[in-house]
């Protein structure tokens, strides 16, 4: 079973600071995802990323994989109170065509 | 197109009773998603179909759910008994198969509580 850590599982800052969440596994992935889930909401894609030490910029979110295709972070610069959510990474498997796994997300929390 | 609908959004019901959460996918998504999402254990995929065929329920917790799919464009997840630790948000997602790297579309979920 492939499975994904992602940590921190909380996270509280002021707005203005910068934080970097990560999502590790032991499985090789054929890409990663990341999901924004506000509350009442269902996930929604960000970005994907395919290729190993691949960097995606999405505004002021810089979204990294890992070289070997096991891991990858989510970096945030300046976050405001907007950014709030649970922050979910889903693994593609190698073959392509079996569902997403989901790590258990890190709930960041924007204070103003 | 209105994206992935599930209703209700909400279902509060009493132990023992039979709950029915519904999902219609997007229209030629050939693929969909049953998930339950609780904080203790995250997002868990409970049975996926793939052309309106159940592919893998190894993620049903209990004989006591069902999910169906009687065409495109429906699909039906039933819990007979209800019990209090199935309470949690239910989630339908769809997505084209067959495509690498293809983005899931969630419907808002329906929070179900069992009391």
């Known amino acids: 079973t492939q499975l994904l850590e992602q940590s921190p599982q909380f996270l509280s800052i002021q707005e203005g600071e910068n934080l970097t969440v990560y999502c590790n596994s032991s499985?090789?992935?054929?890409?990663l995802q990341w999901y924004r889930q506000e509350p009442g909401e269902g996930p929604v894609l960000l970005v994907t990323v395919v290729t190993g030490g691949e960097v995606k910029k999405l505004k002021r979110l810089t979204f990294q994989f890992g070289d070997a295709r096991k891991d990858s972070s989510l970096h945030i610069t300046a976050a405001q109170p907007g950014d709030t959510g649970l922050y979910l990474c889903?693994?593609?498997?190698?073959?392509?065509?079996?569902?997403?796994?989901f790590g258990k997300g890190t709930r960041l929390s924007v204070i103003a | 197109d209105a994206g992935v609908i599930q209703s209700p959004r909400h279902e509060v019901t009493e132990m023992g009773q039979e709950v029915t959460l519904r999902c219609k996918p997007i229209s030629g998504h050939n693929s969909l998603f049953w998930y339950r999402q609780t904080m203790m254990r995250g997002l868990e995929l409970l049975i996926y179909f793939n052309n309106n065929v159940p592919i893998d329920d190894s993620g049903m917790p209990e004989d006591r759910f069902s999910a169906k799919m009687p065409n495109a464009s429906f699909s039906t997840l039933k819990i007979q008994p209800s019990e209090p630790r199935d309470s949690a948000v239910y989630f339908c997602a769809s997505t084209l198969s067959g495509r690498l790297n293809t983005e899931a579309f969630f419907g808002q979920g329906t929070r179900l509580t069992v009391v």
């Open positions: 889903a693994g593609v498997s190698l073959s392509g065509n079996t569902p997403l796994v």
């Open positions: 499985s090789v992935f054929s890409s």
